[in-house]
């Protein structure tokens, strides 16, 4: 199995900036995403990162404002997140798909992080 260690969140007032980390423990190509779920609100996909050419995806609410990206030294995704607002607040989720395209619908995903919160007021 592989496991994603996630890390950053936090709160923030509106129009502030957090990053988020995610670090696979297998350096094996993915589909790395991130997907969110506010309060009372169906899950969605944020975006994603092809870690084996690094092309990127982005839904269109977050598009220049949010950036993935990935340290391959460090097998580390980031997403940076800035001008956050209330409708940012969510549980963000790491998760990694092996094979297939990218990104992934949640049934397409291998691997999932534990969550954090990101509370933006």
């Known amino acids: 199995d592989v496991q994603l260690v996630e890390s950053g969140g936090g709160s923030v007032e509106a129009g502030r900036s957090l990053s988020l980390s995610c670090a696979p423990s297998s350096r094996t190509s993915a589909c790395i995403g991130w997907f969110r779920q506010g309060p009372g609100k169906e899950s969605e996909w944020v975006a994603s990162?092809?870690?084996?050419?690094?092309?990127?995806h982005y839904r269109d609410s977050v598009k220049g404002r949010f950036t993935i990206s990935r340290d391959k030294a460090k097998n580390t995704v980031y997403l940076q997140m800035n001008s956050l607002n209330s409708e940012d607040t969510a549980i963000y989720y790491c998760?990694?798909?092996?094979?297939?395209?990218?990104?992934?619908?949640?049934?397409?995903?291998?691997?999932w992080g534990k969550g954090t919160q990101v509370t933006v007021s």
């Open positions: 998760a990694a798909s092996y094979g297939g395209g990218c990104p992934q619908p949640e049934n397409g995903i291998d691997y």
């Open positions: 990162i092809y870690t084996g050419h690094d092309f990127t």
